[in-house]
């Protein structure tokens, strides 16, 4: 098995990397040393347990959660300091874990809401008919109430949302949760021709065996470290990941 460091089949140099991020919520440290790195183009997945740390990487690199050591590096540059919407104005875009929608906002209201940091009108109408096109019962439910989709139809929308703020790097967190497992396959397809037409994902996922087919590479955190790393297929393979995760 590859180190966390292992370079891939990508050979342009990293758009995201994390080195030796640490993270601490008082007197328990959530993250230990965490390397990583996301390339442009790829679509990387991170596995592990609830608990895990998985979360707390997306939000010290979304600038949600201060980091106690380490660096998060963005096209080479150290986000240190900088707030949540300077990021987000950088081209890393996050989903969070539990969809978070404004139940009492419209579908199309919950997307507008998406390009908030955006002035180009034109584009972000272009952006909401693709949104539409990508996601065919959110046009259907656009002046809908977003607190009566179903849970599939709000984690799209949540999706559909972050996609509007125009990301470099869309980061996703257990999209898949709770959700059946035809609507798995959906999502997972839907994120798969993201990454065909070009965008770089971060793919938090305790379903591992559906983020690893879709993935370019992958890494496995345990207890707030990382214990694997390589390409998407290999890890697929792993004895020790297929006992841990895949129920094999």
Known sequence: MSSPKASSDFGNSPLLQLQGLQVHYGSVQALHGVELMVRQGELV????????????????????TAPAAGRILWRGACLAGLPAHRIVRLGIGHCPEGRRVLARQSVAANLE???????????????????????????????????????GEQQMLAIARTLMGRPTLLMLDEPSLGLAPRLVEEVMAILAGLHRDGLSILLVEQNAEAALRIADRGYVLEAGAISLAGPARQLLNDEALRASYLGA
Not at 52 to 64: D, H
């Open 113 to 151: 809401l998406g390009a908030w940091l955006r002035r180009d009108s034109a584009a972000i109408r272009h952006d909401l008919d693709r949104c539409y096109s990508l996601f065919p019962r959110l046009a259907e439910r656009r002046q809908q109430l977003a607190g009566g989709l179903s849970g």
């Open 45 to 64: 997945a991170l596995l592990g347990p609830n608990g895990a740390g998985k979360s707390t990487t997306l939000r010290a690199i979304s600038g949600l």
